[in-house]
């Protein structure tokens, strides 16, 4: 069966460091989704692309949060610098079908960052 | 804006008893509405949507919705829960009323913990 694919899984940093997380959609989704999860909350979008093409990075704090998705597959989430605010869980979701509202999105496992 | 309200911090069911996980929402258009389910340090999985027709709808392992639009719930059901349901639930609703930049975004509920006994 198909799966999202991230990593690493878990990442440690000092704050003010530079971190980046990598996605892979299932193949074929033209949406992917990048979601923060803090502990005890539901996911909150980040940023939303149409194959390379950024349709919602409303809630992206663009100061230090960055994301990419250069050829329209894989997708890079960086955050330079890192502040302690930042930990959390950053979950990455693809979708099969172009900005349909009722298709269910397929989620990664997550990567887990915790800023000291 | 659309919002999403579980009321419940935690659910506790016996083995065997049934279980209902309680969601309620507020769209301005029609609603897109689904369940997920989260394990210890994991992703989210899909377990049901609505989007229109049918008032119940059935979804993976056993679970179904009951959707309720005067009372603008959503809530989670099965008739008979079993200790691996044990998890974290999560609602979210999608406003169906569209943007000038398209679709609006799905917006997750906090989340209940449903822990089932042995």
């Known amino acids: 069966e198909a799966e999202v694919a991230q990593s690493p899984r878990y990442k440690i940093t000092e704050k003010s460091q530079a971190v980046a997380f990598w996605c892979d959609p299932i193949?074929?989704?033209?949406?992917l989704y990048w979601y923060r999860q803090i502990l005890g909350q539901g996911p909150e979008l980040l940023v939303q692309f149409q194959d390379e093409s950024v349709v919602d990075d409303s809630q992206l704090p663009k100061d230090r949060f960055s994301a990419e998705r250069l050829k329209g597959v894989d997708s890079t989430l960086k955050i330079q610098p890192a502040e302690l605010g930042d930990s959390a869980m950053y979950l990455c979701?693809?979708?099969?079908?172009?900005?349909?509202?009722?298709?269910?999105?397929?989620f990664g496992p997550g990567t887990r960052l915790t800023v000291l | 804006a659309q919002s999403v309200a579980q009321p419940e911090d935690q659910v506790n069911v016996a083995e065997g008893n049934p279980l209902t996980v309680k969601c309620t929402y507020s769209v301005s258009g029609n609603p897109y509405l689904f369940w997920y389910v989260q394990y210890p340090n994991r992703g989210l999985q899909f377990l049901l949507k609505?989007?229109?027709?049918?008032?119940l709808v059935k979804g993976s392992y056993g679970f179904e919705a009951e959707f309720n639009k005067s009372q603008t719930s959503f809530h989670l059901k099965k008739p008979s829960a079993l200790v691996s349901d044990s998890a974290l639930y999560f609602c979210?609703?999608?406003?169906?009323?569209?943007?000038?930049?398209?679709?609006?975004?799905?917006?997750f509920g906090t989340g209940t913990r449903l822990l089932v006994s042995p």
């Open positions: 979701a693809s979708s099969p079908a172009r900005a349909v509202a009722y298709n269910e999105q397929f």
């Open positions: 193949s074929g989704h033209a949406t």
């Open positions: 609505y989007i229109t027709g049918d008032n």
């Open positions: 979210a609703v999608r406003d169906g009323q569209r943007r000038n930049t398209g679709f609006q975004k799905l917006v």
